[in-house]
């Protein structure tokens, strides 16, 4: 039996203390009853809850009231022998709310209780991915408010789009769901049939020379009149340099043309 000890505890005859290995641990780490009841905590439970007395106490006592149910959900898994998945939790103490993934496990193989409960304080990564939700958020209401249409196109003479921006309805005319992934309206329908291959070919030696493509020409607006626009955008490539797609913005020109006013096709431009 000696075999399977550790070197290091024949050698040094070491009494490890199992509360100690608890308290050295960066997780929270909780052994609780049928009820929920709380029968043993580490170091770093007390340092969660501002050194509060817990022993004796029910964990939901601890957990923000929306999360409530999502913890007796896990109570219930486990009272039926099933381990459930993991989940993210809210701990409350005096000093500030912890967002924790919560993990639960039986204690011991032959028993489905006690159970052990281990929880890592995820707050920082809660908090990072808040922030940038929040600007996105931001991003997309003020891309929402501008006349332009951010689009992300495939490569191809309809220009069948992946993605456009609310500002599409400004520009064409159509809304976003009647121009993405519809083969019954392309955005290249939409191009005047002038101005269609100079722009189809202008792109393709942008995409070649793997630049940016600065265009001017013209489309076909959902009201019937013709709308001078332009656009600015550069190509989507793979590691290997395949080229995937488009993505870039277009803008009107002009509120609204007519085709005597709308410049020729011969003004379409490359950006080199």
């Known amino acids: 039996m000696s075999l399977l000890k550790p070197a290091w505890l024949r050698r040094d005859k070491t009494v490890v203390d199992p509360q100690a290995l608890l308290d050295s641990l960066d997780e929270a780490i909780l052994v609780i009853d049928q009820h929920e009841t709380i029968l043993q905590a580490n170091r770093r439970w007390q340092q969660l809850l501002d050194g509060e007395p817990f022993i004796g106490a029910p964990l939901h006592r601890y957990l923000h009231p929306r999360d409530h149910n999502l913890w007796r959900e896990q109570l219930e898994q486990l009272r039926k022998g099933e381990r459930p998945a993991p989940v993210w939790l809210r701990l409350l103490s005096d000093s500030e709310l912890h967002w924790c993934e919560l993990r639960a496990q039986p204690l011991n193989n032959d028993s ?6 281990s929880l890592c304080d995820i707050t920082p990564q809660v908090r990072k991915d808040q922030q940038r939700d929040a600007s996105h958020r931001s991003l997309s209401q003020l891309m929402a408010n501008l006349p332009v249409m951010l689009y992300r196109a495939r490569n191809n003479r309809n220009w ?18 009647a121009l993405v992934n519809q083969p019954r309206l392309s955005y290249g329908a939409l191009i005047h049939p002038e101005d269609a291959s100079p722009v189809w070919d202008q792109v393709q030696e942008a995409l070649h020379r793997r630049e940016s493509f600065d265009l001017h020409y013209r489309i076909h607006h959902a009201d019937g009149s013709e709308r001078e626009v332009s656009e600015k955008g550069q ?15 277009i803008f009107t020109l002009e509120a609204q043309g007519t085709p005597s006013q709308a410049r020729p096709s011969s003004a379409l431009s490359l950006e080199s």
């Open 112 to 117: 489905d209780w006690p159970v052990s409960l």
């Open 160 to 177: 069948s789009m992946e993605y456009v921006s609310e500002g599409c309805l400004e520009v064409t005319g159509y809304s976003a769901d």
């Open 235 to 249: 190509g989507i490539y793979s590691e290997s340099g395949t080229v995937l797609g488009v993505e870039g913005v």
